[in-house]
């Protein structure tokens, strides 16, 4: 960052650029230390505008998937985010940013379960119906962004992908139920006899 005189955000582009020019070599020699049934997990910047407009995540997941590896994307949404619907709109609109540009299968994910103290309304955040975001929205934000808010909600429901699993890091249960969610998007172990308990999202308010 010194020698570049780069702040933090354009250090962080110029080192995945770095990777990005370094798929062929570097990255495919450390991935060639793997077995065929290894589960590698790659925790990526939070970043959005690596998952929205620029090319590298694009080109890193091609990379891996031409070397055979099944991918998916583990999108990870603060809980915070469900106490202001502007917010929870936000967090939508970047996981449907991600969804766009990835193409990949994704499972989203409401994280810190654990900090949230009222959980009773939390069924309309996993899966959200635009018509209920949009009155919440009208009631929270001026007449002259009623049009906006519509708008944006529209391309929610248009793609209809956007849904979320709560994630309970004191729940196994809860740790389980994304463990299988993720495993059948990447179809990992699916030679093996694997039974999976139907998750009900109650469970949370235990």
Same mark, same amino acid.
Not at 55 to 72: A, D, W
Not at 146 to 174: C, H, T
């Given at each position: 960052?010194?020698?570049?005189?780069l702040?933090?955000?354009?250090?962080?582009?110029?080192? !995945?650029?770095? +990777? @990005?020019?370094n798929?062929?070599?570097? %990255?495919?020699?450390?991935?060639?230390?793997?077995?065929d049934? #290894?589960?590698?997990?790659f925790?990526?910047?939070?970043q959005?505008?690596?998952?929205?407009?620029?090319p590298?995540?694009?080109?890193f997941?091609?990379?891996?998937?031409?070397?055979?590896?099944?991918?998916?994307?583990?999108?990870l949404?603060?809980s915070?985010?469900?106490?202001?619907?502007?917010?929870?709109?936000?967090?939508?609109?970047a996981?449907?940013?991600? !969804?766009?540009? +990835? @193409?990949?299968?994704?499972?989203?994910? %409401?994280s810190?379960?654990?900090l949230?103290?009222?959980?009773? #309304?939390?069924?309309?955040?996993?899966?959200?119906?635009?018509?209920v975001?949009?009155?919440?929205?009208n009631q929270r934000?001026?007449?002259?962004?009623?049009?906006?808010?519509?708008?944006?909600?529209?391309?929610?429901d248009?793609?209809s992908?956007?849904?979320?699993?709560?994630?309970?890091?004191?729940?196994?249960?809860?740790i389980?139920?994304?463990?299988?969610?993720?495993?059948?998007?990447?179809?990992?172990?699916?030679?093996?006899?694997?039974?999976?308990k139907?998750?009900?999202?109650?469970?949370?308010?235990?």
């Amino acid at each position: 960052m010194e020698e570049l005189g780069l702040g933090p955000n354009g250090a962080l582009m110029y080192c !995945m650029e770095e +990777l @990005e020019d370094n798929l062929d070599d570097w %990255l495919t020699d450390e991935l060639d230390n793997y077995m065929d049934d #290894d589960y590698l997990v790659f925790d990526c910047p939070g970043q959005i505008e690596l998952f929205s407009h620029v090319p590298v995540l694009r080109n890193f997941v091609e990379h891996l998937k031409s070397k055979n590896f099944n991918v998916c994307v583990v999108y990870l949404l603060d809980s915070q985010f469900i106490t202001d619907v502007t917010k929870f709109i936000s967090g939508c609109m970047a996981s449907l940013s991600a !969804m766009v540009q +990835l @193409e990949l299968p994704h499972v989203n994910i %409401l994280s810190k379960m654990d900090l949230v103290t009222n959980k009773r #309304d939390i069924g309309k955040y996993l899966n959200p119906q635009g018509q209920v975001l949009l009155s919440e929205l009208n009631q929270r934000m001026a007449p002259q962004f009623f049009k906006l808010n519509k708008a944006l909600i529209d391309l929610v429901d248009q793609y209809s992908m956007v849904s979320f699993v709560p994630l309970d890091l004191r729940k196994e249960s809860s740790i389980q139920y994304i463990l299988s969610q993720i495993d059948n998007c990447i179809q990992y172990g699916e030679d093996a006899d694997v039974k999976v308990k139907d998750f009900d999202p109650e469970d949370i308010d235990d």
